[in-house]
Nanobody, 127 residues
């Protein structure tokens, strides 16, 4: 098990940028596939993107392609989400998630598979 703590959320104008971080505690995270998920008020959780344990495979949902970048620094046990060209519809609580994955090249795109979740960080984009 790993504990996850997100940070970096805030209020930003449309077109601006934010970088979210997810710090993991516990054992090495290189054997954990990880993801960013968001949830807007009144809506279900929505998959943003996922990254394999070694960071060599990455998946993005269509609505963030070309604007968001997921990357990780396993030495620092931290997952990142760089968000550029933010839109008001990106307003949501953003969560990081992790699941043990011996295949360090595999991404996990099923929300139900993730077993470890952070508490979330709020991102608000004003128009």
């Amino acid at each position: 098990q790993v504990q996850l703590v997100e940070s970096g959320g805030g209020l930003v104008q449309a077109g601006g940028s934010l970088r979210l971080s997810c710090a993991a505690s516990g054992r090495s995270i290189s054997t954990y596939a990880m993801a960013w998920v968001r949830q807007a008020p009144g809506k279900e959780r929505e998959f943003v993107g996922a990254i394999s344990g070694l960071g060599t495979s990455i998946y993005y949902s269509d609505f963030v392609k070309g604007r968001f970048t997921i990357y990780r620094d396993n030495a620092k046990k931290t997952l990142y989400l760089q968000m550029n060209r933010l839109k008001p519809e990106d307003t949501a609580a953003y969560y990081c998630a992790a699941v043990g994955m011996p295949n360090t090249q595999a991404v996990v795109t099923s929300l139900a598979t993730y077993t470890n979740w952070g508490q979330g960080t709020q991102v608000t984009v004003s128009s």
